[in-house]
C-alpha cells in the first residue's frame, strides 16, 4: 500500500507483499509506505512483507502516523 494522503486501516491484513527497485521509494515499505501523508493503522496485522528496509512500514518525507492495538510479524 503506498499512501501520500490520509491513510486508514482498521481490522486490515497487510500480507506478503515486497517492493521492487524501481519504485520511487528506494524498496522501502513493503506492507505499507505513507509518503508526506498520514496513517492510522488500528486493530491490523501487518506480516510476513519484504523490502530493502522498512519490511512492514515506512514513513517517508513529512509521514505522520498512530499504530494502535496492531501486530507486525515476519517482516
Known sequence: ILSAGE?????????NN?????????????????????????RSMIREN????????VFAGDATGAIEASTFDSN
Open 7 to 15: 491513510l486508514i486501516l482498521d481490522e486490515v491484513i497487510v500480507e
Open 18 to 42: 515486497k517492493t521492487s527497485p524501481a519504485q520511487n521509494i528506494n524498496s522501502e515499505g513493503g506492507g505499507v509506505a505513507v509518503v508526506d501523508g498520514t496513517a492510522l493503522i488500528q
Open 50 to 57: 519484504r523490502a530493502r528496509a522498512g519490511a512492514g512500514i
